[in-house]
Structure formats: structure tokens, C-alpha cells
């Protein structure tokens, strides 16, 4: 019998409706048709070629035999109809082919796998193709995608070949699969779902990162060595000369920055990656830094690259944002703190073998970036950080130091400080016992009310000479010498105050056509209740007597722990200006201190801090005035 499609497509429709399996020698026969149509046949023969394979592989018991004709032809046929088909049920239905394919190939250990991938690299439009499409409102393409990604990653583990692996991660930089990946996996909305292939895929593509940052570049692994060679061809690329004796040059130097450095292979390629897709700009500006500067800038891109990789493992971003796929697989992440770092380097205009001031550039960087994540999406993040200025930067770097800084005053000082604390608000108490300790005039009634006929009365207010009472006395009207009411005035204790309180009660004026002094007025009234539930009131015209009385009596009966805006913030200005006065002697201190900071989990570091008697040799004598 002769074989067509009209003929299988009735016998896998037979099979599927009465759940049964196709015996092995129809499963091979079938699969080696559509196989050979996509070889031979006309583009229509090939899309329901690829439905047939996926049919056949579902309805056949054993699928051993599958990857063993398949040829390195009809993978570049397979790819290249994924690339020119715009209709995504078919760029979908390859991948599950590929799915297929792969599974068996890590099985049978083939050599298919490497036929797989290498046309994977060379047919990189598939991938953007696909990646094109991927989307979060399509959630089961997402999860064929990430099975895709993971059964891929898995065969190339299988070969145990760096050099396969270096070609397999290129080709998904290069594609940006996993920068899509990482905006797509990352989302909110995909996490919600919960869905167990995800996850699976986060943890495949951490074991893949993990591998790139912890395996270093050999100049003598074989595997190794058409990544340094594509590594020569792109510097030379970027300086503007391709002669044969600057080749052999740049791969000696090239050979001499990895022998001394540690470079590990996911700093190697993403920086090949970067090199890829250089912008004209940039490679202007390093043409010309090589034109005029005596030092080779060579090692500052590896050393660049370097620390931004080991600073992804380093200073792990917790984030709501970055959950499944880690983002020192991001090409686009990478390359803008390159590009950036680049940037500022150069306008810092610092020595080459200036390692603490590269280092400093991509820190910062990379603490901008992971600061935006708290009020931004990864995207938006990474918009941020294109848009950063130097001015901005040179503000993040104080606000670093200030914080370093503060961490080793927190760590070393914490009596001190807290010392300084209650001195400062000693100081601001004493300075409203003194106002209080004057006295002066307030109302007994509320000025504003009208109608009763009653002129307005008066209380003097003052502290007792031993500072331990309030002392009132009610007058009709103002004197003008403040009047000696200690022995005469009724006596309110502070140790029997419970509560100090203050309402606004200012009447606002209806005619916005008139002026009246009263519309001026900020009337409030100040209550104290004591331990006998008694009520003591009286009114301020002013927000200024308001704030002098009511955090005054609050200070003195220790009730200080609301106190209004203006003195907290006075309070709060006078401890930052002591708190930085006191520790200007310790410049000295803060290069040993910083490389604690940054390793402070490590060992205690009590012998390298100054001691509180130190400090308080420093305070000793210190005026606000």
C-alpha cells in the first residue's frame, strides 16, 4: 500500500478515537514519511508533516526509534519553516517536535541533540520568532516554551561539553531568551499562577547560571577555545583593525588578561554578547581611547564584566519582581550597567589599574538598580537606570558613604549614640524650662466668644522655683511686669499630670471680603488632666505659645514621646548636626571600617571600633552655639 497523508491523518484520527496505540511498524512507517516529506516536500507537506510527527510520537507505545534517522538537514528544513511561517500554531507545534526530539536524544545519547543544536544557533530567527510571539495573555505557550527551555538545557548537560554548552547560552543571549524570560516569569501575574513548570525552569536556569559564574575560563581547555577566539575577533572588531599580526597580538593579550584574572564563563559571554552588539558610539569612544591612551583598555571591559557577574551572586536581589528566572541570564541588565559603567568610568578619568574606583562605579550601579525594583517593574528598573546622570550617581555614592558610615557609628557606638540622644533633648527641655520659667500671659476663657458680655480674662503661668510644679493665677487683665505668683498661685504638681492635650478651636471668618484681627488668630486650647481626674485648661492666640507650652509641660512631665512637628524636627536637626560634629576626628577609622562594613556577617569587629571613651573624650565640651 501506498503511503500519503490522507491515509495516516485517517488512521491517527481511527487510533485517537478508540483510544488505542499504533503498533511499532506503523509508528516507524508513519514517522518516516512525514519525516521524509519535510526532507523533500513542498512547505504545505511540511506543516502537516509536523503535525503527523507529534500525532504519531503521542499514539506509539515505545519512541525509542525516533531521533534515529533524523539528519542535520532536516532540522535546517524544520527551522527554517518555524522562520517563515508567521502563524504560531506552527512555530508552536516545532516546538513540540523539538520537545520530542530532545527527550529521545538524551536518552539514546545521539548525536541528533548536537545536530539540534547546532541549527539552533545558526537559525537564531526561530527563537526571536518565537519569543516574538510569547505573551502573558497565552499561558499555555508559555508553559510549551518553558518546557522547551528546560528539556534543551537538559540534553546539552548531557553531552558534558562546555563548548556545546558556550554555543547553546550565546545563542539564547544573543536572542534574548532569557531577558523575555525574565520579564515574563518574573511578572506578578505569571507567579500567581503557580504553576509547576515554572518553577521547574527557575531552578534549571539557576543550576545553569550557577555552573557559567563558577566554571573560569582555561586558555588550555580545548572547550574553551573558540569562545577566546571569538572573544580576539570581536576587540579587534571594536579597535577598527583586523590585520593578521594584530589577531595574534590581541589573542596573546587576550590570553594573558585570563591567565591573571578569574574569569569565569558567564562573564566571558555575556561579555562576548556585549561585544556583538556594540553600539557605533561606543566602539567610536574606545577607538579613540586607544588612539590617545598609553594603557590598554582591554582589561578594564574584563574587569567590568567580572564584577558585574560576581555582584548578581554577591548582593542576591530580594524582590517581589524577581522570582523564578535569575537575572545574571539578563543580556539587557548586563549590558546597560556595562554600557553605563563605561560611561562614567571615563568621566571619572581613572588610572586603569584603579580597581577600588571600577569597582565603586558598578556597585553603585547595581544598588540604583536594585533600589528601583522596590517602586518599579524590571523593565521600568532597567529604564532608570539607562536614564541615571552623573550628578545623580556622585548623590547615590554620598548616600553610600553616609550609610557606611552610619553602620559603623551603629555598630561601635550604640551607647554613644543613644548618649547624644538624651543629651540633645536635655538640651531642648532646658531651653523650654527657661521659657516656661519667665511665665507668661494666656487666656482663662476663649478670646473669640462673642455675646456674653464679659470682658476677656487672663492667667498668669509660670514653674515653681523648685521647678516641679506649674503655678497659675487668674487675672482681669495684663500687667505690664510680669507678675511674682509663687507664693500666691494655685499649684499643679508634675508628677501628678497624666495628660497634656491641645484642640484648635480657631473661628474661620464666612466674609472672604473682610479682615478681621480675629480671622488671625490661632486660638487653641491646652488641657491638662491629673491623677484626681481633675481638668486644668487654658488658650493660646498662637501657634508659636501653642508649641512653647504644650511640648514644654510635655518634656518636663516626661510626656515627650509626641511631641508637635517643629520639635521633633528641631530635636531631630540638633541630633544629626551633634551626632556628624562628634565623629569628624574619626576620618581616620573609615577606610579600615569600610572593609567591614561590606564583610560585617564575617567577624566581630569590637577590637577595630573606637571605644565609648573615645567617643566621649570627642563630646566632651561640645555647644550648639
Known sequence: MVLNFRYINQRLDSATGRGEDLSSEEAIDFFGFAERAILRGSTLDRIIAVDVLIKVSTLSQQTDWISENASPEFFRLL??????????????????LLNIYFSQASKSSSQVLVSILRHLKDENSFLETIMSSMSLEDISALEL???????????????????????????????????????????????????????????????????????????????????????????????????????????????????REEISLLSA???LCFLFSSSVILKKHYYEYNLFSQQDSILILFQFSSKVCSLFFQKRI???????????????????????????????????????????????LFIYFRESL??????????????????????????????????????????????????????????????????????????????????????????????????????????????NIDQDGSRIEFNQILSVDSVSISKKSHDSNL????????????QLRTRNNNHFSFYVETDSDLNVWLDGLKMLTSLSSNLSHDTRNQVSSLISLREDAQFLDLDSHIKTHQQKYEEHESAATDNLMPSILSLRSISKGFAYN
Not at 204 to 220: A, D, H, P
Not at 347 to 364: G, K, Q, V
Not at 515 to 526: A, F, T, W
Open 374 to 483: 522596590n517602586s518599579k517593574s524590571f523593565a521600568a528598573a532597567i529604564t532608570s537606570l539607562s536614564n541615571l546622570d552623573l550628578d545623580n550617581l556622585k548623590r547615590l555614592e554620598l548616600e553610600e558613604i553616609h550609610k557606611q558610615i552610619s553602620w559603623v557609628r551603629a555598630n561601635a557606638a550604640n551607647d554613644f549614640i543613644e548618649s547624644l540622644n538624651q543629651e540633645t533633648l536635655g538640651f531642648v527641655t532646658n531651653r523650654s524650662f527657661l521659657q516656661l520659667s519667665k511665665g507668661s500671659w494666656v487666656y482663662s476663657e476663649h478670646p473669640l466668644d462673642a455675646g456674653t458680655g464679659r470682658k476677656k480674662s487672663y492667667y498668669f503661668l509660670s514653674l515653681s522655683s523648685d521647678a516641679k510644679a506649674l503655678i497659675y493665677k487668674r487675672f482681669s487683665r495684663k500687667h505690664s511686669k510680669n507678675p
Open 318 to 364: 530580594s524582590s517581589e519582581n524577581l522570582r523564578q528566572v535569575p537575572i545574571e541570564l539578563n543580556k539587557t541588565l548586563f549590558q546597560t550597567l556595562i554600557t553605563r559603567s563605561l560611561e562614567f568610568w571615563t568621566l571619572s578619568i581613572p588610572e586603569l589599574n584603579d580597581s577600588t574606583r571600577t569597582t565603586n562605579i558598578i556597585t553603585l
Open 515 to 526: 479682615v478681621r484681627i480675629s480671622s488671625r488668630m490661632q486660638v487653641s486650647r491646652i
Open 269 to 271: 559571554v555575556q561579555l
Open 145 to 259: 516554551f518553558a518546557s522547551f527551555v528546560i528539556k534543551s538545557l537538559t540534553t546539552v548537560f548531557s553531552t558534558k561539553s562546555d563548548e556545546i554548552l558556550i554555543d547553546y547560552v550565546i545563542s539564547f543571549l544573543e536572542t534574548n531568551v532569557f531577558s523575555k524570560l525574565c520579564l515574563l516569569f518574573n511578572d506578578l501575574r505569571t507567579q500567581c499562577l503557580k504553576l509547576p513548570v515554572f518553577d521547574d525552569l527557575g531552578k534549571e536556569l539557576r543550576f545553569l547560571s550557577e555552573y557559567l559564574s563558577g566554571k573560569l575560563l582555561n586558555t588550555e581547555d580545548t572547550s574553551h577555545v573558540q569562545l577566546i577566539h571569538l572573544l580576539s575577533s570581536e576587540f579587534l572588531k571594536l579597535g577598527g583593525v583586523q590585520s593578521k599580526e594584530s589577531s595574534t597580538e590581541m589573542r596573546i593579550k587576550i590570553n594573558e588578561v585570563i591567565d
Open 79 to 96: 527551522f527554517e519553516l518555524g522562520r517563515s511561517e508567521i502563524d504560531l500554531h506552527i512555530s508552536q507545534s516545532i516546538l513540540k
